[in-house]
Nanobody, 123 residues
Framework: VQLQASGGGLVQAGGSLRLSCAAS????????MGWFRQAPGKEREFVAA????????NHVDSVKGRFTISRDNAKNTTYLQMNSLKPEDTAVYYC?????????????????WGQGTQVTVSS
């Protein structure tokens, strides 16, 4: 599976961005999807995940009510809608694919990773 993340950029606090992650190479619809982020000097952290059909999702507490993960299996794409962005959301965001059938927040459960897209939120 190859993953191509896009949609990052520079935005002011309170603004919105939508990240996209396009998958190719295998049957996307059978895999769970996740978004992670890594800020400078910090470990990679879980942001959101969706089951293979998108019916089950999980978001880290710090983004609940602001971020929403979704997926379109017909387009082999997963999305992360980010609203009410804060400076502390600044990080490189990575999408990833897991063969684990349930929603998982653990990075080691993810088999394939995209290259990352930078999100910078100015105060």
């Amino acid at each position: 599976v190859q993953l191509q993340a896009s949609g990052g950029g520079l935005v002011q606090a309170g603004g919105s961005l939508r990240l996209s992650c396009a998958a190719s190479g295998r049957t996307f619809s059978t895999y769970g999807m996740g978004w992670f982020r890594q800020a400078p000097g910090k470990e990679r952290e879980f942001v959101a995940a969706a089951s293979w059909n998108g019916r089950s999702t999980n978001h880290v507490d710090s983004v609940k009510g602001r971020f929403t993960i979704s997926r379109d299996n017909a387009k082999n794409t997963t999305y992360l809608q980010m609203n009410s962005l804060k400076p502390e959301d600044t990080a490189v965001y990575y999408c990833a694919v897991t063969s684990v059938p349930v929603v998982t927040t653990t990075p080691r459960n993810y088999n394939f990773w995209g290259q990352g897209t930078q999100v910078t939120v100015s105060s």
